[in-house]
């Protein structure tokens, strides 16, 4: 399994003014083997992998600055190149409709990409030498464990960032504990059987009015100008902290969860997905799918390397039965309280769920359920909860 850690870089001006050239070059090579994919297409010939990295070869004679970079980078300037293809390829044959790949701008390539080779790490003086471009010391805050696969060094706004993938066993033996059923919301982000309920994170929300002021600043300003270009790397920065809470926020909560039980049961995600397409599918629907879909993701890594089980549950019925009795009882989605006709059962619709996704899971039958009172948890309290542990 690959697990990748990212810590704060700090080159010296030398050092970044090298970066910023071999990003520079590196977006060069990347636009025009695509250009040159793309010309290859028109003549009625499909363009390989491997034809272009052949290319590389011939395209340092036509530009020097190209031999200024270290030739795994290159290489793997063409490697991301074609994921991009074959994801819009995929996203293609799903029936949607696209355009074509395209050409990067400079505040779109930020990321060069050390795989295998061309890095020393020296943890004792929490510096990595990259080859071509020097050394570079990272605050390690986070220590890792495993085999390093490649380092990523990455630039986001005038911060730099420097993110060490590594390959780690996964725990084989399976714990043994309590075990919980995690729903997840529109009212409240999760709530899990034992009547946790954690509250929607709304980062972007409280931004909102700093976002707007920078995109105004931007707008006002004269494109490419030295402002311009300022005051886009205060946005840039802003939409990264963002981005950062969010992730923090999410790393603590799977967390959490991880090291409290030995078994953890989730809805299919991508069943519950597949069931609904079609229907109609909100905005705010959407912006919470893809924070749900990187919670299990974090959940499901860090549940293989702590040894805990992770139960993905088929979604059919989980919100419509009743918890208590069995009983089918339909609902809408502005319905927030299951109650029972049948029985009498009334509870939180989203712990309804939470206690069928839980016994499901576990392949529980159907017993009385004694219902817990609900005890909400706040983003604040997700976000100061203890620094992830190191493996
Ligand atoms: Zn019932």
């Not at 890095?119 to 990259?130: L, P, Q, V, Y």
């Not at 967390?255 to 597949?274: F, G, H, P, S, W």
Request: hydrophobic letters at 35%.
């Amino acid at each position: 399994m690959l697990i990748s850690y990212k810590y704060r870089a700090y080159p010296d001006a030398t050092t970044e003014a090298r970066l910023n050239a071999a990003l520079d070059t590196c977006r060069w090579l990347y636009n025009k083997l695509l250009e040159e994919c793309n010309t290859t297409r028109e003549t009625g010939v499909t363009p390989t992998m491997r034809g272009m990295q052949a290319r590389i070869v011939t395209l340092k004679e036509e530009n020097p600055f190209l031999k200024d970079v270290y030739s795994k980078v290159l290489q793997m300037v063409n490697y991301t190149l074609w994921s991009n293809i074959r994801a819009l390829s995929q996203t293609k044959k799903r029936g949607r409709k696209i355009g074509k790949l395209r050409f990067k701008s400079a505040s779109r390539y930020r990321t060069l990409n050390y795989n295998q080779s061309g890095f020393k790490i020296d943890w004792e003086n929490s510096r990595i030498a990259f080859s071509k471009i020097g050394t570079i010391p990272f605050t390690m805050y986070r220590p890792y464990s495993g085999k390093v696969k490649g380092i990523l060094i990455t630039r986001s706004g005038d911060r730099w960032y420097v993110i060490v993938q590594v390959e780690q066993t996964v725990s084989a033996s399976k714990r043994e504990g309590r075990s919980v059923g995690v729903d997840v919301g529109l009212d409240s982000f999760a709530v899990d059987s034992d009547g946790m309920v954690i509250e929607n994170p709304r980062f972007y929300e409280h931004s909102l009015d700093r976002i707007k002021k920078l995109q105004q600043s931007v707008a006002r300003k004269q494109r490419f100008s030295q402002n311009w270009k300022m005051a886009k790397g205060k946005l840039e920065k802003a939409y990264d902290h963002i981005t950062n809470q969010k992730n923090d926020f999410l790393h603590k909560l799977s967390r959490q969860y991880v090291d409290t039980y030995a078994t953890i049961c989730v809805e299919d995600l991508n069943i519950k997905y597949l069931k609904e397409n079609g229907k109609s599918r909100g905005f705010r629907r959407s912006i919470h799918s893809a924070s749900w879909g990187r919670f299990f993701s974090y959940l499901s890594y860090k549940a293989a390397r702590a040894g805990t089980n992770l139960i993905k549950v088929d979604p059919r019925n989980t919100t419509q039965m009743c918890s208590n009795c069995g009983s089918i009882v339909k609902k809408d989605l502005s319905v927030r309280v299951h109650e029972c006709p049948y029985c009498g059962f009334v509870v939180g619709r989203d712990y309804n769920a939470a206690v069928n996704i839980h016994r499901v899971g576990m392949e529980q039958p159907f017993e009385p359920v004694e219902p817990r009172p609900l005890h909400h948890v706040s983003v604040m309290q997700v976000l100061s909860m203890k620094q992830e542990a190191p493996p």
